[in-house]
């Protein structure tokens, strides 16, 4: 429906009046009233009113409360084209409207041309490190708080000397006296260089942004200005505004990796919040992220495998709008299925989420009995095996790190 943003909602309640339900967000959510107005007012603000698009019952399961699927149509003229406006639109008051889950948003190509989406995307992220055909590897320092400098430039060498790709800050590391953030880039582009001298490899170090939002688009260009290549925020702490407007801006000139920090307060849920396909998935990238991180679905922090199939076609994948030009403009984010990844798990990660991805692990590096180094090279030998097709438990011997990594950790099969 082109000029209405289509919201779909689960809803759980007893008394099972659905039809009711919806017909009350839609005028509750949008002119607020409806059925006593005179006809001339009904007329006037018949263009902002929400519309019940479709409302699907569920059959009830034993001991679970009724639900259903409730789609409504909000007019675009009612609100602004920027994600916060949406969703208090959407959800803002309802979301505290007893059992009521955001599933999804549908947007027209009007409210997409507001949006030019993630400025790198998965294109320009692998054009900047040179690498086309196989998923990339990022790593995070482990640990960094209470750090100096020195050390933490020796474990940024370790990382990019072991074949890593891509080295990101912890989502807790802030401004600090030991690791000052224009101290903290320098000594990573030094150690950065001496792997890359090595190896012949170029890694990009997301760095995270962190202070008062007021400052966050300044420190955002001096960095850029200082030779930042990447940068790490935490989007929902700061907003989804806050991200689209560092995407947007023509001098912050480097790839934004959005980090899912509070999503769990958010999407866990069966019964409130945002489902997480949504929160960090399509929201995401529609504010910019060219990478989006999100918990696995068998590691130490698992989120539902479905939601994370969801997170990444998302991501890489069309809108759902007839439009060929949203398609073609918004650029694909990079899914970062994260938290207890090691070499063990990389068969699982390439079956479910192919080449067009980003292997992520911390302990699965540092961790490595041999070392970062080794733990790196362990990592992008199991992507050597599974970008080749080979048989990966046959060719495991034939690798010496990614041998002490499975003896380590294991090999992790799919539970059939």
């Avoid at 100096?148 to 080295?167: C, M, W």
């Avoid at 990966?392 to 799919?414: K, M, P, V």
């Amino acid at each position: 429906m082109n000029g209405y943003v289509i919201a779909t909602y689960l809803v759980h309640d007893s008394k099972a009046q659905f039809h009711k339900k919806a017909e009350g967000i839609a005028v509750g959510m949008t002119v607020g009233s409806w059925t006593e107005l005179p006809q001339a007012k009904k007329e006037k603000l018949q263009k902002h009113l929400g519309q019940v698009v479709s409302v699907t019952e569920h059959e009830p399961k034993e001991g679970e409360l009724p639900s259903a699927m409730i789609q409504i149509a909000y007019p675009e003229i009612n609100f602004s084209n920027d994600i916060p406006a949406l969703l208090v639109t959407v959800f803002g008051k309802i979301s505290m409207d007893g059992k009521i889950k955001l599933i999804d948003l549908e947007f027209s190509p009007s409210f997409l041309a507001s949006f030019p989406g993630p400025k790198f995307g998965i294109e320009g992220v692998r054009s900047l490190l040179g690498v086309q055909d196989r998923p990339l590897l990022m790593s995070i320092f482990k640990s960094c708080i209470g750090q100096d400098l020195e050390s933490l430039e020796e474990q940024f060498y370790q990382q990019a000397a072991g074949g890593v790709d891509i080295i990101k800050d912890d989502e807790i590391l802030f401004e600090n006296p030991l690791s000052p953030f224009e101290k903290r880039l320098e000594v990573a582009l030094r150690a950065a260089q001496r792997a890359s001298e090595e190896t012949g490899q170029k890694s990009l170090y997301a760095m995270n942004l962190t202070g008062p939002v007021t400052e966050l688009v300044d420190k955002a260009k001096r960095a850029v200005e200082l030779g930042a290549n990447a940068l790490l925020f935490n989007v929902l702490a700061y907003g989804y505004d806050a991200l689209h407007r560092l995407s947007a801006d023509p001098d912050i000139s480097v790839p934004i990796m959005a980090h899912p920090a509070l999503a769990g307060a958010i999407y866990p849920s069966p019964h409130q919040g945002i489902a997480a396909p949504l929160l960090l998935g399509k929201l995401m990238r529609l504010a910019g992220a060219d990478f989006v991180l999100f918990p696995s679905p068998y590691g130490s922090v698992a989120m539902d495998r479905e939601d994370t199939l969801a997170i990444a076609k998302h991501l890489r994948e069309g809108w759902n709008t007839d439009d060929q030009q949203a398609q073609q403009t918004i650029k694909a984010s990079f899914p970062v299925p994260s938290a207890g990844i090691h070499p063990g798990i990389t068969p699982l990660l390439y079956e479910d989420f192919g080449t067009e991805s980003i292997m992520n692990a911390g302990g699965g590096i540092h961790g490595h009995p041999q070392g970062a180094i080794a733990g790196g090279r362990a990592f992008r030998q199991a992507i050597s095996i599974l970008s080749s097709g080979n048989n990966f438990e046959q060719e495991i011997s034939s690798h010496t790190e990614l041998q002490t990594a499975i003896d380590t950790w294991g090999l992790s099969r799919r539970e059939r």
